[in-house]
């Protein structure tokens, strides 16, 4: 069973910053793409990274380029999310989610709330 | 950057009924379109890929088409599991990106 399961969320003030964790299992993590999608309370999807199976593709949306990073341990079947100078708009769930073509499975998520 | 505008926002009907949702690209994702199916509390469950192509075991009822900037999800008769609310998903260009969402609610 494919299994995706987050950690690292937290409060934090504007302009701090956090490392996102997604373990993996039930698959053969280092054969897939995998992204972080996430999702502000009450609001829609929102795509924020992708990195491919062997870590050498990476893409962001704009709206995080610059201020995330995404990477991932293929040996621990671990991808991350590094996230800094947070602002407001950054409050939402963080999903991570497999898929180089399509997203077929995601985590629940981590909460990350950035406030004063 | 590809933008995904999706309507209804929002699509009251009643079950058996059928529903017809939109997602419109702001430029050409070829059939590289998915469909996305979330409840609350729930992760996403992907329904549509490459436009038409129905995930592992999606019913019959849940149809998509199109090609380009203009596609169509159609449930063909709405049972109670399917209220929730929908997204589309483009996978052409980088960045990816989802529409807004309809939620189907019950009439």
């Known amino acids: 069973e494919v299994q995706l399961v987050e950690s690292g969320g937290g409060l934090v003030q504007p302009g701090g910053s956090l490392r996102l964790s997604c373990a993996a299992s039930?698959?053969?993590?280092?054969?897939?793409?995998m992204n972080w999608v996430r999702q502000a309370p009450g609001k829609g999807l929102e795509w924020i990274s992708h990195?491919?199976?062997?870590?050498?593709?990476?893409y962001y949306a704009d709206s995080v380029k610059g201020r995330f990073t995404i990477s991932r341990d293929n040996a621990k079947n671990s991808l991350y999310l590094q996230v800094s100078g947070l602002r407001a708009e950054d409050t939402a769930v963080y999903s991570c989610?497999?898929?180089?073509?399509?997203?077929?499975?995601w985590g629940q998520g981590t909460l990350v709330t950035v406030s004063s | 950057e590809i933008v995904l505008t999706q309507s209804p926002a929002t699509l009251s009907l009643s079950p058996g009924e059928r529903a017809t949702l939109s997602c419109r690209a702001s430029?050409?994702?070829?059939?590289?379109l998915a469909w996305y199916q979330q409840k609350p509390g729930q992760a996403p469950r992907l329904l549509i890929y490459?436009?038409?192509n129905r995930a592992t075991g999606i019913p019959a009822r849940f149809s998509g088409s199109g090609s380009g900037t203009d596609f169509t999800l159609t449930i063909s008769s709405l049972e109670p599991e399917d209220f929730a609310v929908y997204y589309c998903h483009q996978r052409s260009n980088w960045p990816r990106a989802f529409g807004g969402g309809t939620k189907v609610e019950i009439k």
């Open positions: 430029q050409s994702v070829s059939s590289y």
């Open positions: 039930g698959f053969t993590f280092s054969n897939f793409g």
């Open positions: 989610a497999r898929g180089g073509w399509w997203i077929d499975y």
């Open positions: 990195i491919s199976s062997g870590g050498d593709s990476i």
């Open positions: 490459d436009a038409s």
